[in-house]
């Protein structure tokens, strides 16, 4: 069973910088490739950015390309989401998950293991 528990979220003003972490349990992120998602209210559930296995391929949403990093740390088995430029369009849960597939998924029902989310809101 992988466990995935999530860090790092906040209140932070437009135009601030967060950092996610996404820490997991026995070298899961050496095996599985991994994919923040976030959920605002009313909306559903969009992937922001995802990370194949080997760290050697990402994917990133439109609306963050340029703003958000996605990197990982296997020594670690940590997973995180800079993000920086910060808007109030960015306030939603985030969600990190891990998928078995071999590339970089970007269908929620690729991925395997979810986190249970941490808040990130942007004030204006």
């Known amino acids: 069973q992988v466990h995935l528990v999530e860090s790092g979220g906040g209140l932070v003003q437009a135009g601030g910088s967060l950092r996610l972490s996404c820490a997991a349990s026995g070298r899961t992120f050496s095996r599985y490739a991994a994919g923040w998602f976030r959920q605002a209210p009313g909306k559903e559930r969009e992937l922001v950015a995802a990370?194949?296995?080997?760290?050697?391929?990402?994917y990133y949403a439109d609306s963050v390309k340029g703003r958000f990093t996605i990197s990982g740390d296997t020594a670690k088995d940590t997973v995180y989401l800079q993000m920086n430029s910060l808007k109030p369009d960015d306030t939603a849960v985030y969600y990190c998950?891990?998928?078995?597939?071999?590339?970089?998924?970007?269908?929620?029902?690729?991925?395997?293991?979810w986190g249970q989310g941490t808040q990130v809101t942007v004030s204006s």
């Open positions: 990370i194949s296995r080997s760290g050697l391929m990402t």
């Open positions: 998950a891990a998928s078995q597939t071999v590339l970089v998924p970007t269908g929620a029902g690729r991925y395997d293991y």
